[in-house]
């Protein structure tokens, strides 16, 4: 699986790059406007999603991994396809997409073409739990799933221990659910 790729852009098209590694492969990589509107010079290092399909072999690349995985976020949810995936990208930021389904804002996504009120409406729905905590770093993000689950496990609700845990300073698991406990009891 590639996950990512550096080298030097030989073709720039607004959403298309071809990028030459140094052993003389050139790889066609889809990007958002967003990521094209960022690469200022000829070398290039990208985060890559690939995506294996019956008759392609897709690459998409994102200069920024909170962007990269918003792309893996969406393209996760059934009639999201990595067209629909890179136009999210291309129209929301990281950050408005977040403050988007954190206000339950449909007329964001209606903007991203492709997607219409009924679509807008299940990306809200079914990606309810993706906050700006989520584009944190992995480890800080796991610490904060695993604590999710030790508390539901414990019979506390889902929003509640939400709510609880952004409020949150610790940096490993259990101290994150000791300090979450202390909260919530």
């Known amino acids: 699986m590639i996950v990512g790729i550096k080298g030097k852009i030989v073709k720039k098209e607004p959403t298309l790059l071809h990028v030459e590694l140094l052993s003389g492969l050139t790889y066609e990589?889809?990007?958002?406007?967003?990521?094209?509107s960022k690469i200022d010079s000829v070398d290039v290092s990208l985060h890559v999603t690939q995506i294996i399909?019956?008759?392609?072999?897709?690459?998409?690349?994102?200069l920024d991994s909170d962007e990269k995985n918003v792309f893996d976020?969406?393209?996760?949810?059934?009639?999201?396809g990595p067209s629909t995936a890179l136009a999210i990208c291309s129209t929301l930021s990281p950050y408005d997409f977040a403050t988007a389904l954190a206000?339950?804002?449909?007329?964001?996504?209606?903007?991203?073409?492709?997607i219409g009120p009924k679509s807008a409406?299940?990306?809200?729905?079914?990606?309810?739990?993706?906050?700006?905590?989520?584009?944190?770093?992995?480890?800080?993000n796991s610490y904060k799933n695993e604590a999710t689950q030790?508390?539901?496990?414990?019979?506390?609700?889902?929003?509640?221990i939400k709510k609880v845990l952004a409020t949150c300073k610790s940096t490993n698991t259990t101290e994150l659910i000791k300090e979450a406990l202390k909260k919530l009891g």
């Open 29 to 36: 990589v889809k990007v958002s406007l967003f990521t094209s």
């Open 150 to 160: 030790a508390l539901e496990s414990l019979g506390f609700k889902k929003d509640r």
């Open 73 to 80: 976020t969406v393209i996760k949810l059934n009639g999201i």
């Open 103 to 114: 206000n339950g804002d449909i007329n964001s996504f209606t903007l991203v073409p492709g």
């Open 121 to 140: 409406k299940r990306i809200l729905v079914e990606l309810s739990d993706f906050s700006l905590n989520s584009l944190q770093s992995t480890s800080q």
């Open 53 to 62: 399909r019956e008759d392609r072999h897709s690459l998409f690349g994102f």
